[in-house]
């Protein structure tokens, strides 16, 4: 029934050794197209359900259509830098346990004792490292002040240069605590203060994730697997601070070792982070005022994430373009702005470019350059007497200027700052790059705001029009759904409408429930005689916003599969999730159960874009006022599993 298609335009970032699984759904219930090439039905009933429209055609019948989940494969699409071959089997005993004592109680306890903590559910060996034990190399634990003198938690705060990735193929983890550094607020809760090296050390410290409706407080004692005296995993760069490396720890514990961390998606290490929720946007087919989206988001503190995935599944891992960017690897977006485009003279722009910008790094560019530049300054303006040897940075100049006028015709360039979790110097190599042509028409002012710096850290600047031309995903993830609502922010000025903000908040509803077999695994819609088994949860819609015209109310849907990585280590793997909502008939109660005969006659109002094989699938519509029913469920039936459903509405501030 699955078997490998074309690509999909709408994917999950994954980082990691498994497919991604992309189940495309097809919409309207009215329109059938075929694609052979994707889905081929199969005769069966169960696998092609076929049903009736309940309004009957213009000839008086009832006309037979087709309501069918189609299928796609596509490769995993993105990893981290280091691909380690761990074996991937091993079956233990026992799971993780949450510890019986809070993080205070324990310190006091070996402060009292005069002993530094031992952590009893993550000890310092191999099966913490591998799931069966067996490791690449000798990893030795060590306590920080074995492997360096005078060791601190935080050296001048957190930022996100501190982050360093090692072996552990966990970028996708990497570039959300990147992103969590610039929300010092939010980056204490996951980090909290209280904890160190020097007052009350007792080696033990904690931290706290979200995981599955709850923060968690997760205790860890403070030894690290280290090789050659050096630090395997995340780290800090700078040398003796040390709260990259036991904040990766205490995840690794939360999910049963290192290995379980090695692959992933960026919104789950997200949502972990800060409990809020993720929404993807394809930039192959990106949403309207994208660029005031993502302004908006970051203003708002979110965190936002994005990769390149190939059209060709068999592209490298990681391979790395002619222009700096890499394939299937997870970014942060740290910051997003507009700059204004200044045309300064040649003479000016000459003494700001050659030293020190154009003199080490263009010089023999520009020697190049000057066999082709004839042809284009033509068009440019640029008179033949400045193409001599000596003044080629100036031609350059007035090219630069001529081009950035052409693309910026207002004198404003939308930018966008990047950051690579290597922290290293692969960073973007076009327009607007470290130390390109381009910054020279930005006033020192511009530039201070920036804090603009061409420091080989894996960060960099592009302009929003290339980020979208070279990047095809992005995720947003902000604690509330407030960042897509469009209505609430002022494009021209950047700013919040906060009269909105008066008026209308987010209310959040969280149901808990499970998948169980031959009880509540019906599957998705293909499979009508199972279908009505799975898990029903009605909501009743009210449109809050007194000024708006379409009386239409936004609901935010988030189905969330649990406790998965967590069993990683026993080849456990996400199955492919989504929901389907149909609207409530007026005779019909909130609290009755639809049955098969329902769905036979009734077409869904809406569903998932595809059915995925990630931990969480989120949704935004706009419906109009009513009960509506929210149905989870795996692609097939017999797919078993706990689950989280998040349902976001908008509702009146009281």
């Known amino acids: ?105 324990l310190r006091d306890e070996c402060l009292k004792a005069k002993k530094l903590y031992e952590d ?52 996708w983890l990497l570039a959300a605590v990147s992103n969590l550094t610039l929300n010092p607020q939010l980056f204490h809760v996951v980090v909290p203060r209280d904890q160190g090296f020097v007052e009350f050390y007792a080696g033990i410290f904690h931290f706290k994730f979200w995981q599955y409706g ?20 995340m780290h800090s760069k700078t040398k003796n601070e040390f709260w990259c490396a036991l904040l990766e720890k205490a995840y690794a514990k939360v999910y049963g070792g290192y290995e379980a961390l090695r ?7 997200m949502v972990d982070l800060t409990g809020g929720v993720v929404e993807m946007i394809d930039l192959r087919n990106p949403p309207p005022r994208l660029f005031s989206l993502l302004w908006k988001a970051y203003r708002r503190g979110a965190l936002i994430g994005c990769a390149i995935e190939p059209d060709r599944p068999e592209v490298q891992t990681e391979s790395i373009l002619p ?18 485009i200044q045309s300064l003279g040649p003479k000016v722009q000459e003494q700001k470019i050659i030293t020190p910008l154009i003199k080490p790094h263009l010089q023999n560019a520009l020697a190049i350059m000057n066999k082709t530049l004839s042809g284009v300054a033509s068009t440019a303006g640029v008179t033949s007497n400045l193409l001599g040897m000596f003044h080629l940075p100036q031609s350059l100049v007035s090219l630069t200027n001529w081009n950035l006028s052409m693309a910026f015709p207002e004198g404003k360039a939308e930018l966008i700052r990047l950051h690579n979790p290597w922290g290293n110097e692969t960073e973007w190599k076009g327009s607007w790059s470290d130390k390109s042509p381009e910054w020279a028409t930005i006033t020192e002012e511009e530039k201070k705001r920036l804090g603009l ?14 980020f979208v031309k070279n990047f095809t995903t992005v995720e947003v993830c902000d604690v509330t759904p407030e960042v897509f609502d469009h209505n609430s922010f002022d494009e021209e000025n950047g700013n919040e409408n906060q009269v909105d903000q008066v008026q209308k908040r987010w209310q959040m509803m969280i149901y808990e429930g499970a ?21 029903q949860y009605s909501v009743q819609l009210e449109d809050p916003d007194v000024d708006d015209d379409d009386d239409l109310c936004t609901i935010v849907v988030s189905l969330m599969q649990k406790n998965v990585r967590q069993l990683k280590r026993y080849g456990v793997d996400y199955v492919p999730i989504g929901f389907t909502i149909y609207k409530l008939p007026p005779d019909m109660q909130p609290e009755q159960k639809l049955d098969t005969e329902f769905f036979k006659y009734n077409p869904s109002i809406a569903k998932v874009p595809f059915f995925l094989n990630s931990r969480e699938v989120t949704t935004r519509f706009r419906f109009p006022p009513g009960t509506y029913v929210i149905i989870p469920s795996t692609f097939e039936p017999e797919m078993t599993g706990e689950f989280l459903l998040r349902i976001f509405t908008e509702a009146k501030r009281k």
């Open 323 to 340: 222009n700096g960017l890499i394939m299937r690897h997870a970014y942060s977006i740290t910051r997003v702005t507009m700059v204004d």
């Open 214 to 233: 709850k923060w968690q407080e997760v205790v860890v004692d403070d030894m690290l697997p280290t090789y050659n005296n050096q630090l395997v995993f």
């Open 263 to 269: 692959g992933g998606n960026i919104n789950e290490s």
């Open 120 to 171: 009893p559910e993550f000890p310092p060996n191999d099966y913490s490292i591998a799931f069966n034990g067996v490791t690449r190399r000798s990893y030795v634990w060590k306590r920080p002040h074995e492997v360096i003198e005078n060791p601190r938690f935080f050296i001048d705060g957190a930022t996100r240069f501190d982050i360093q990735q090692g072996e552990l193929g966990d970028c």
């Open 515 to 535: 998948w169980a077999s031959h009880h509540s695994a019906g599957g998705c819609r293909n499979f009508i005689n199972t279908f009505a088994s799975n898990p």
């Open 453 to 466: 710096t061409f420091d080989d850290d894996g960060e960099f600047w592009m302009s929003f029009q290339d």
């Open 1 to 105: 029934m699955i078997q490998e298609g074309p690509r999909c335009r709408h994917k999950v970032p994954l980082l990691g050794s498994s497919k991604l699984r992309i189940i495309e759904s097809r919409m309207p219930l009215t329109e059938v197209v075929e694609e052979p090439s994707v889905f081929k039905p199969q005769d069966d009933a169960e696998k092609h359900c076929r049903c009736y429209k309940g309004a009957a055609g213009a000839d008086g019948h009832t006309h037979l259509v087709d309501d069918i989940e189609s299928v796609s494969l596509q490769k995993s699409t993105y990893y981290s830098r280091v691909s380690s071959e761990y074996t991937q089997n091993r079956i233990v005993k026992g799971g993780l346990k949450i510890p019986k004592k809070g993080f205070r109680t």
